[in-house]
């Protein structure tokens, strides 16, 4: 972990509330998947935690979803405004031993994975994603999960965009399910809740999303029960878990 004085090379929307950030930041060494960092605002005395969404070289992605005034502030910054970023923190996760791999994104679940993606590729590891949202509007990198991924499967709660219908209802309809040895998912906690009724007794590896305080485990105040009986600390033990090895 350290810090890094980053600077904003470019703000692009995505989609409603949802922007495209790219930093520079120079000396930054290895990031694995999953990992993630908090950025300062002016508007809180907290950090905000943002997952890498991808890389390349020393510039950043990070994919940000205007929920408060901390967040919005983010989004409202210009081309050469200066960052104050903290990372990269968390465990990261464990990379697949064979393939094919999917991916499943809820909404803006797709940003870490697609950084996942792309080292998923570089391993020459089979890779497919199923990206799901609300609406047309709401789906994301679409085109970036097409250039790293063997396909790519769309779908939307409303039907404006692919399948009609929530992810864990299309997933099990989906041929050459059966042939996937890992999953990857990343979205709302009633995405993780029904990926566990799908019991596919394969390993599902979910990132969880938290409001964090400290991010380097001193508060607990992101901590997920585990099915032991113990607390797990999302920013230092994960953020990613077998999706199994906790309760939700």
């Known amino acids: 972990m350290k810090k890094y004085q980053a600077t904003l ?3 692009r929307l995505l989609g409603p ?10 000396d930054l060494g290895e990031v694995k998947p999953g990992q993630f960092f908090e950025f300062a605002t002016d508007t809180r005395f907290l950090r905000r935690a ?7 070289g020393d510039r950043l992605r990070f994919v940000v979803k205007v929920v408060g005034s901390g967040t919005r502030w983010l989004a409202g910054l210009s081309a050469g405004s200066k960052l ?3 990372g990269p923190l968390g465990e990261g996760t464990r990379m697949p031993s064979s393939g094919p791999v999917m991916l499943l994104a809820g909404g803006v679940g ?9 080292k998923l590729n570089e391993q020459r590891v089979e890779v497919d994603a199923l990206l799901a949202a609300g609406t047309k509007e ?3 990198l679409a085109e970036e999960f097409g250039s790293l991924c063997r396909e790519v499967i769309l779908a939307t709660d409303d039907g404006s965009c692919g399948h009609k219908g929530y992810l864990t209802d299309i997933l099990p309809t989906l041929p050459g399910t059966k042939d996937i040895q890992s999953f990857y998912a990343c979205g709302p906690e009633a ?3 029904a990926l566990k009724r799908l019991n596919f007794r394969k390993p599902v590896y979910a990132f969880l999303e938290s409001r964090m305080g400290c991010g380097t485990g001193l508060c607990m105040g992101c901590a997920v029960r585990g099915r032991d009986g113990r607390y797990r600390r ?3 033990d994960g953020p990613v878990f077998d999706l199994e090895e906790i309760e939700l």
């Open 138 to 140: 709401e789906l994301i």
């Open 191 to 193: 995405m993780f809740v």
């Open 234 to 236: 999302v920013c230092t």
């Open 9 to 11: 090379l470019e703000n």
């Open 84 to 86: 104050d970023l903290l």
């Open 17 to 26: 509330e949802i922007y495209s950030l790219w930093v520079k930041i120079t």
């Open 110 to 118: 797709a940003a870490p994975l697609l950084y996942l993606a792309r």
């Open 50 to 56: 943002f997952s890498l969404s991808d890389r390349d």
